[in-house]
């Protein structure tokens, strides 16, 4: 039975380790396809060549967005005041750097240790004569975070029942084989004790 519960909790960290990356996996295919139709999380009839702030303040509340000028600081987002959410740390992103990673998710970092997947769009001026500035849409993997936790516990409990499951029916079996012998034992003491020169 240790055996068998040792195997399981070899088991759940194997399963782990699979399942985190194909978890972070979906959310970064969800920021890629994000990345080819940003309007479908910006406000309500929000034009991607022409954002204002209201396109930004108003996006899907379960995302992170930011517009990051010419030199990579932000100029707008859609953080709410009051709300309990921890936003990342954005770095200065420029739309150069931008262009080169456009389409390619990466983890940014919260201040409470909390990773966001992150996609990062450039964007063209207004005039349309160059680049402009970089639209940065992010999503919090604290759900993947709480799932593995609650996996985590699940996969320890059931472990551990397995544990004391096996101990106590290793103990029943233990005491169920060697009765006989005990009796035995008791017996032979008290044929001693009754053929003993000191019994006569």
Same mark, same amino acid.
Not at 27 to 33: I, K
Not at 144 to 162: D, E, I, P, R, Y
């Given at each position: 039975?240790?055996?068998?519960?040792?195997?399981?909790?070899?088991?759940?960290?194997?399963?782990?380790?699979?399942?985190?990356?194909?978890?972070?996996?979906?959310?970064?295919?969800?920021?890629?396809?994000?990345?080819?139709?940003?309007?479908?999380?910006?406000?309500?009839?929000?034009?991607?060549?022409?954002?204002?702030?209201?396109?930004?303040?108003?996006?899907?509340?379960?995302?992170?967005?930011?517009?990051?000028?010419?030199?990579?600081?932000?100029?707008?987002?859609?953080?709410?005041?009051?709300?309990?959410t921890v936003l990342p740390n954005v770095p200065e992103i420029t739309p150069d750097w931008a262009q080169s990673h456009s389409g390619k998710p990466f983890g940014i970092t919260a201040s409470d240790g909390i990773e966001w997947r992150t996609i990062v769009i450039p964007m063209m001026s207004s005039q349309g004569d160059g680049l402009g500035g970089t639209l940065l849409i992010a999503s919090s993997t =604290?759900?993947?975070?709480?799932?593995?936790?609650?996996?985590?516990?699940?996969?320890?409990?059931?472990?551990? =029942?397995?544990?004391?499951?096996?101990?106590?029916?290793?103990?029943?079996?233990?005491?169920?084989?060697?009765?006989?012998?005990?009796?035995?034992?008791?017996?032979?003491?008290?044929?001693?004790?009754?053929?003993?020169?000191? =019994?006569?």
């Amino acid at each position: 039975m240790f055996i068998l519960s040792l195997g399981l909790i070899v088991a759940g960290i194997g399963t782990q380790s699979f399942l985190r990356p194909q978890l972070i996996a979906v959310q970064d295919a969800e920021l890629r396809q994000v990345a080819n139709s940003p309007a479908d999380v910006l406000g309500p009839g929000a034009d991607t060549g022409a954002l204002t702030g209201a396109d930004v303040k108003n996006a899907v509340g379960r995302f992170y967005v930011a517009v990051l000028d010419l030199t990579g600081t932000i100029s707008t987002d859609n953080s709410r005041e009051g709300s309990s959410t921890v936003l990342p740390n954005v770095p200065e992103i420029t739309p150069d750097w931008a262009q080169s990673h456009s389409g390619k998710p990466f983890g940014i970092t919260a201040s409470d240790g909390i990773e966001w997947r992150t996609i990062v769009i450039p964007m063209m001026s207004s005039q349309g004569d160059g680049l402009g500035g970089t639209l940065l849409i992010a999503s919090s993997t =604290a759900n993947t975070n709480q799932l593995m936790n609650k996996f985590t516990l699940v996969f320890t409990g059931f472990s551990l =029942a397995v544990l004391l499951l096996g101990a106590a029916l290793t103990r029943i079996l233990v005491t169920n084989t060697f009765a006989p012998l005990f009796e035995v034992e008791r017996t032979a003491l008290e044929i001693s004790r009754e053929t003993s020169p000191s =019994a006569s």
